[in-house]
């Protein structure tokens, strides 16, 4: 196995350096030097999240300036007022509304989130900081036009079916200044989210990390001539659907509202380091689960060893016929053609439309010999085993599922609920609910160890 | 919840109540104290877990012919003997004895309350008519196993009577029932996508975790007539609804649809018509409903005489989350209702 270089520093301090995929990460190939991507990520544990007058990491305890970051995060005209809340595992406590949740991540020498927070500039190379067993939580407080309720348990049998009932939460209330439109506000809330999440990793600069993770890909095409056996499987990763129009600040790739998006090659690293952020319609899937992707993990963790990880195509759920026709031919060449991929792993955001979006990508790629298999939510509404798929085409036929997030679930009475202010009395006590309602749960994009098993 | 040992009722036929062959199959449901003939493998394997407090018998001919009447006859003599579980064969590829099993498993479960099993060979015509309401465990095609199959049966029956969780189908041995439910994995479903592909890629043998649907395809009937004689209706599940939504059909997951009248009507006005779907972007047919359901054309194809008639009513419905039995009743009441106005053909518009 070969190893990418590592930061001779790091390497003397005897710093354990995880090195993602077995394969040589530069090289030359013929009379052609090139550079591979190389993210370093910096991992520093956290296992206590308090209040404090300066926000400092202090071994694996990160205190919070409360105060400063709440006037950082108030300095927003769409916003009237923050509220910040710590919130512990193992603490009866509810955290309602929950709208998305973020994992702290700062660049040391790059824009963090580029293009929404930062400048329009490449993310995926470079060194960045992320905390580890901390996350930020915003929630929805708005109570005119509420969305779907989403909900994380700290304690209870349903925290261990959630990341986020095992980490500790900065959670972020953030009221809407008069006249803020819906999408105004919600923009709002995410660059407070993203402000916090930067916040807390830079307390880890002058921090020892306690792991360092290396993304390294060379361009798709360099492959050592030792490991040109290996099968080429592609990612291909369905960002926004279009059910539901973007808002002009919604931004999802580098800022952009993907709104005629076409399918997009990317490289992995750069959906790890923030160039893709969940839109405000996130059903089921998280931007922390797309800044810790699990599948683009999980195609790193076979690299050079059972598989070559060719890449990522990013892509939007059309609207209609001929949209969604074009998209997935055209992503079926991408990773066909351009990639040479032989398999191909697809994921889908949203439900039912974007669920059959996918199928006809994978289709197009079946149709092209590239294998594939899908994640899939249990799409049916009433438990039967009949409705769990919303196609049928040749080929597709490598299914893994990631749950029904219809399937009933009681939310047992907890002791205070953080988020959701309006519903908080009621939310406090013994709620009916479905797995969809518990924020981490159900992931589509693979992150969820729920399965719904067929009976 | 049953806690001790357990009372114990078994059913069997004729043949496996040791009452003769074919020639028994016509008699009637009667019952025997005690484990009688295939019983006392289920006494054997229940050892001191449970007793077999009776036997009830019937012949095949008799369950077949007599259908629900039977099974009201045997469900009083099981509920006679007051069991704690019922157990039902295992019928084999039996077809007239694994039906009556399933059929009196059912009745057991849904009538008595009480947990019931049988045992069945995959073929056999009992497994798609009860899979789905009763345990059915898989056997063999004949009797030669017969002890070891029994243990699974019982394995499952004490477990059910015990309350306790019941496994997967693979785990358990029993008939998937085709239901869902959510359960924790040891690995996350990217992990678990990754390995498959890579058993795919390599034509290793792979277990999808989702079955293929099991609807069959329909083909689209030929139009018996030319178009310029026939009466067009259109029908709709994009959600338009008349203002005020009057039959209130569901955002999502609908189990209702409307008709409405387009008499008199050259088009639709989009300031008496609303959209409740949740699937997709509807401000677009909100703009103009003519964009989901195309009455403008119609009316001018039936003015032009390329179409005969526009049917006068147009049937709308939300197609998003709707259960699949909701979806077929739906259809199939929209298209008995055009096939009875004389409609010759239609056109769905989906989204």
């Given at each position: 196995m070969a190893v990418a270089p590592r930061s001779p520093r790091?390497?003397?301090?005897?710093?354990?350096?995880?090195?993602s995929g077995g394969a040589s990460s530069s090289g030359r190939v013929g009379r052609l030097y090139y550079r591979a991507m190389r993210l370093e990520l910096r991992w520093s544990e956290v296992d206590e999240l308090v209040a404090g007058s300066s926000t400092r990491l202090a071994g694996r305890r990160l205190e919070v300036d409360l105060d400063a970051l709440s006037r950082l995060l108030a300095r927003d005209a769409r916003l009237r007022g923050i509220r910040l809340d710590l919130v512990h595992p193992g603490e009866r406590c509810r955290i309602g509304r929950v709208f998305d949740v973020v994992a702290p991540r700062a660049r040391l020498d790059g824009e963090d989130f580029p293009g929404v927070l930062g400048g329009v500039a490449r993310a995926g190379h470079g060194t960045t900081l992320a905390l580890a067993g901390v996350a930020v939580v915003a929630t929805d407080q708005q109570t005119d036009s509420v969305g779907t309720l989403a909900v994380i348990d700290m304690a209870g049998p349903n925290a261990a079916l959630s990341a986020f009932g095992a980490t500790e939460n900065l959670v972020i209330s953030a009221w809407p200044a008069p006249g803020a439109e819906r999408s105004d506000y919600l923009a709002a809330v995410r660059l407070a989210a993203l402000k916090a999440a930067v916040h807390l990793a830079r307390a880890a600069r002058e921090a020892e990390p306690d792991r360092v993770e290396v993304f390294a890909l060379p361009p798709s095409p360099r492959v050592p001539a030792e490991l040109a056996h290996l099968p080429r499987v592609a990612y291909v990763f369905q960002i926004h659907s279009h059910q539901r129009p973007t808002g002009l600040d919604e931004g999802i790739l580098y800022g952009d509202p993907v709104r005629r998006m076409l399918p997009t090659l990317v490289h992995p690293n750069e959906v790890l380091d923030g160039a893709v952020l969940r839109g405000f319609m996130g059903r089921s899937v998280t931007t922390w689960a797309t800044q810790n992707h699990p599948v683009i993990r999980a195609l790193y963790a076979q690299h050079g060893r059972t598989l070559w990880f060719a890449g990522v195509v990013v892509t939007?759920?059309?609207?209609?016929?001929?949209?969604?026709?074009?998209?997935?031919?055209?992503t079926a060449g991408i990773v066909a053609h351009t990639l040479g991929a032989d398999g191909a792993v697809l994921t889908k955001i949203g439900g039912?439309?974007?669920?059959?979006?996918m199928a006809q990508a994978a289709a197009q790629c079946e149709a092209l010999g590239v294998k594939t298999t899908l994640l899939v939510e249990d799409m049916s509404t009433d438990g039967s085993a009949e409705g769990m798929l919303l196609f049928d085409f040749p080929g597709v036929d490598a299914l893994v599922n990631v749950g029904s997030s219809h399937e009933p679930l009681t939310l047992p009475p907890m002791d205070r609920v953080v988020g959701a202010d309006d519903l908080a009395p009621g939310l406090q006590g013994e709620t009916r609910a479905t797995y969809g309602t518990l924020c981490g749960a159900i992931e589509q994009i693979g992150a969820t160890r729920v399965m719904a098993e067929v009976r | 919840m049953a806690s001790g040992p357990l009372r114990v009722v078994c059913f069997v036929n004729q043949f496996f109540g040791q009452l003769g062959g074919e020639e028994k199959a016509g008699v009637g449901p009667q019952v025997t104290d005690g484990a009688v003939g295939a019983a006392r493998a289920v006494q054997q394997v229940l050892g001191e877990a449970g007793t077999v407090v009776a036997t009830v018998i019937c012949g095949d001919n008799y369950t077949a012919e007599q259908g629900e009447r039977a099974v009201a006859e045997l469900l009083a003599l099981v509920a006679a003997a007051r069991p704690d579980l019922v157990i039902a064969g295992p019928a084999f590829l039996a077809g007239r004895y694994g039906v009556a099993c399933g059929a009196l498993c059912a009745a057991v479960q849904a009538k008595l309350k009480i947990p019931a099993v049988t045992g069945?060979?995959?073929?056999?015509?009992?497994?798609?008519?009860?899979?789905?309401?009763?345990?059915?465990v898989q056997t063999g095609a004949e009797a030669t196993r017969m002890l070891a199959e029994v243990k699974r049966l019982i394995a499952l029956g004490l477990k059910l009577a015990r309350g306790e969780a019941i496994g997967a189908p693979a785990v358990e041995g029993y008939f998937a029932r085709g239901v869902t439910r959510n359960v924790v994995t040891g690995a996350t479903a990217a992990d678990r996508a990754t390995a498959m592909l890579l058993d795919k890629l390599a034509g290793r043998p792979f277990a999808s975790e989702v079955p293929r649907p099991a609807f069959p395809s329909v083909p689209a009937p030929r139009l018996v007539k030319t178009l310029e004689g026939a009466t067009i209706a259109l029908v709709t599940d994009g959600g338009l609804v008349p203002r005020g939504n009057p039959d209130g059909i569901e955002a999502l997951n609908a189990t209702r649809y409307g008709a409405y009248s387009i008499e008199g009507k050259a088009g639709l006005e989009a300031a008496q018509y609303d959209n409740p779907h949740r699937g997709y972007d509807t401000s677009w047919v909100k703009q103009d409903p003519h964009r989901l359901v195309p009455v403008d054309v119609a009316r001018d194809l039936e003015q032009s005489g390329a179409i005969g008639k526009l049917h006068e009513t147009v049937y709308s419905t939300v197609g998003v989350a709707t259960t699949l039995a909701h979806s077929a009743r739906m259809g199939q009441e929209i298209a008995e209702k055009l096939r009875a106005a004389g409609v010759d053909a239609v056109i769905l518009t989906s989204t």
């Amino acid at each position: 196995m070969a190893v990418a270089p590592r930061s001779p520093r790091l390497a003397r301090r005897g710093v354990l350096t995880v090195e993602s995929g077995g394969a040589s990460s530069s090289g030359r190939v013929g009379r052609l030097y090139y550079r591979a991507m190389r993210l370093e990520l910096r991992w520093s544990e956290v296992d206590e999240l308090v209040a404090g007058s300066s926000t400092r990491l202090a071994g694996r305890r990160l205190e919070v300036d409360l105060d400063a970051l709440s006037r950082l995060l108030a300095r927003d005209a769409r916003l009237r007022g923050i509220r910040l809340d710590l919130v512990h595992p193992g603490e009866r406590c509810r955290i309602g509304r929950v709208f998305d949740v973020v994992a702290p991540r700062a660049r040391l020498d790059g824009e963090d989130f580029p293009g929404v927070l930062g400048g329009v500039a490449r993310a995926g190379h470079g060194t960045t900081l992320a905390l580890a067993g901390v996350a930020v939580v915003a929630t929805d407080q708005q109570t005119d036009s509420v969305g779907t309720l989403a909900v994380i348990d700290m304690a209870g049998p349903n925290a261990a079916l959630s990341a986020f009932g095992a980490t500790e939460n900065l959670v972020i209330s953030a009221w809407p200044a008069p006249g803020a439109e819906r999408s105004d506000y919600l923009a709002a809330v995410r660059l407070a989210a993203l402000k916090a999440a930067v916040h807390l990793a830079r307390a880890a600069r002058e921090a020892e990390p306690d792991r360092v993770e290396v993304f390294a890909l060379p361009p798709s095409p360099r492959v050592p001539a030792e490991l040109a056996h290996l099968p080429r499987v592609a990612y291909v990763f369905q960002i926004h659907s279009h059910q539901r129009p973007t808002g002009l600040d919604e931004g999802i790739l580098y800022g952009d509202p993907v709104r005629r998006m076409l399918p997009t090659l990317v490289h992995p690293n750069e959906v790890l380091d923030g160039a893709v952020l969940r839109g405000f319609m996130g059903r089921s899937v998280t931007t922390w689960a797309t800044q810790n992707h699990p599948v683009i993990r999980a195609l790193y963790a076979q690299h050079g060893r059972t598989l070559w990880f060719a890449g990522v195509v990013v892509t939007v759920a059309q609207a209609t016929e001929p949209e969604r026709v074009r998209s997935a031919f055209l992503t079926a060449g991408i990773v066909a053609h351009t990639l040479g991929a032989d398999g191909a792993v697809l994921t889908k955001i949203g439900g039912g439309a974007p669920h059959v979006d996918m199928a006809q990508a994978a289709a197009q790629c079946e149709a092209l010999g590239v294998k594939t298999t899908l994640l899939v939510e249990d799409m049916s509404t009433d438990g039967s085993a009949e409705g769990m798929l919303l196609f049928d085409f040749p080929g597709v036929d490598a299914l893994v599922n990631v749950g029904s997030s219809h399937e009933p679930l009681t939310l047992p009475p907890m002791d205070r609920v953080v988020g959701a202010d309006d519903l908080a009395p009621g939310l406090q006590g013994e709620t009916r609910a479905t797995y969809g309602t518990l924020c981490g749960a159900i992931e589509q994009i693979g992150a969820t160890r729920v399965m719904a098993e067929v009976r | 919840m049953a806690s001790g040992p357990l009372r114990v009722v078994c059913f069997v036929n004729q043949f496996f109540g040791q009452l003769g062959g074919e020639e028994k199959a016509g008699v009637g449901p009667q019952v025997t104290d005690g484990a009688v003939g295939a019983a006392r493998a289920v006494q054997q394997v229940l050892g001191e877990a449970g007793t077999v407090v009776a036997t009830v018998i019937c012949g095949d001919n008799y369950t077949a012919e007599q259908g629900e009447r039977a099974v009201a006859e045997l469900l009083a003599l099981v509920a006679a003997a007051r069991p704690d579980l019922v157990i039902a064969g295992p019928a084999f590829l039996a077809g007239r004895y694994g039906v009556a099993c399933g059929a009196l498993c059912a009745a057991v479960q849904a009538k008595l309350k009480i947990p019931a099993v049988t045992g069945m060979q995959a073929e056999n015509p009992g497994v798609d008519l009860y899979r789905r309401q009763v345990y059915i465990v898989q056997t063999g095609a004949e009797a030669t196993r017969m002890l070891a199959e029994v243990k699974r049966l019982i394995a499952l029956g004490l477990k059910l009577a015990r309350g306790e969780a019941i496994g997967a189908p693979a785990v358990e041995g029993y008939f998937a029932r085709g239901v869902t439910r959510n359960v924790v994995t040891g690995a996350t479903a990217a992990d678990r996508a990754t390995a498959m592909l890579l058993d795919k890629l390599a034509g290793r043998p792979f277990a999808s975790e989702v079955p293929r649907p099991a609807f069959p395809s329909v083909p689209a009937p030929r139009l018996v007539k030319t178009l310029e004689g026939a009466t067009i209706a259109l029908v709709t599940d994009g959600g338009l609804v008349p203002r005020g939504n009057p039959d209130g059909i569901e955002a999502l997951n609908a189990t209702r649809y409307g008709a409405y009248s387009i008499e008199g009507k050259a088009g639709l006005e989009a300031a008496q018509y609303d959209n409740p779907h949740r699937g997709y972007d509807t401000s677009w047919v909100k703009q103009d409903p003519h964009r989901l359901v195309p009455v403008d054309v119609a009316r001018d194809l039936e003015q032009s005489g390329a179409i005969g008639k526009l049917h006068e009513t147009v049937y709308s419905t939300v197609g998003v989350a709707t259960t699949l039995a909701h979806s077929a009743r739906m259809g199939q009441e929209i298209a008995e209702k055009l096939r009875a106005a004389g409609v010759d053909a239609v056109i769905l518009t989906s989204t």
